[in-house]
T-cell receptor
Framework: AQKITQTQPGMFVQEKEAVTLDCTYD???????LFWYKQPSSGEMIFLIY??????QNATEGRYSLNFQKARKSANLVISASQLGDSAMYFC???????????????FGSGTRLQVQP | KAGVTQTPRYLIKTRGQQVTLSCSPI?????VSWYQQTPGQGLQFLFE???????NKGNFPGRFSGRQFSNSRSEMNVSTLELGDSALYLC???????????????FGQGTRLTVV
């Protein structure tokens, strides 16, 4: 089964509007972390926001917020007031907990290509 | 503060050759991870190094190897290159590798490898 599922290969949004990028995850661990990254055409992965599985409040970082619904295993990214520079690939990722073997690697979804239109 | 630096940025190699990619993490970061990104497979974890020790390894053949030096700089090597090794190879550094779920990983711009 896919660990991270991003069902929207591509999204369009008008400049200044809000957009939600979907992410669902699958894990049996109680302790895990969820991340969103932005990848512009240059290739670099830019960290946007993090949500821990035990965090009671949704994470926010400037125009980015994470709509965390633990029971549904979803961690959607909300970008408010979209800007032209937000056009990029967006990846949801998860770092699962561990038992005795230490931290595990990031598992990424397939990404959503967001295009912001003027 | 300098970010994660990967060299070279672009590389073209022939099948059967070997290649070495380099990654210099953010100063003070001791954990370095490598990922392969291809259109077909997406982003896949290769391995993680912490304090010169490989702590974690993804599901890649033994042709893929890596190491980390005492200054935390890391190299990955791919031997006997195949066409399918063409990809963007991304390196990420983290402040620590331990019981911290929210240790964010800072990525470099990647090395784009083309095998012909």
């Amino acid at each position: 089964a896919q660990k991270i599922t991003q069902t929207q290969p591509g999204m369009f949004v008008q400049e200044k509007e809000a957009v939600t990028l979907d992410c669902t995850y699958d894990t049996s661990d109680q302790s895990y972390g969820l991340f969103w990254y932005k990848q512009p055409s240059s290739g670099e992965m830019i960290f946007l926001i993090y949500q821990g599985s035990y965090d009671e409040q949704n994470a926010t970082e400037g125009r980015y917020s994470l709509n965390f619904q633990k029971a549904r295993k979803s961690a959607n990214l909300v970008i408010s007031a979209s800007q032209l520079g937000d056009s990029a690939m967006y990846f949801c990722a998860m770092r699962e907990g561990f038992q005795n073997t230490g931290r595990r690697a990031l598992t990424f979804g397939s990404g959503t290509r967001l295009q912001v239109q003027p | 503060k300098a970010g994660v630096t990967q060299t070279p940025r672009y590389l073209i190699k022939t099948r059967g050759q070997q290649v070495t990619l380099s990654c210099s993490p953010i100063s003070g970061h001791r954990s370095v991870s490598w990922y392969q990104q291809t259109p077909g497979q997406g982003l896949q974890f290769l391995f993680e190094y912490f304090s010169e020790t490989q702590r974690n390894k993804g599901n890649f053949p033994g042709r893929f190897s890596g190491r980390q030096f005492s200054n935390s700089r890391s190299e990955m090597n791919v031997s006997t290159l195949e066409l399918g090794d063409s990809a963007l190879y991304l390196c990420a550094s983290s402040l620590e590798s331990g019981h911290h779920m929210n240790t964010e990983a800072f990525f470099g711009q990647g090395t784009r490898l083309t095998v012909v």
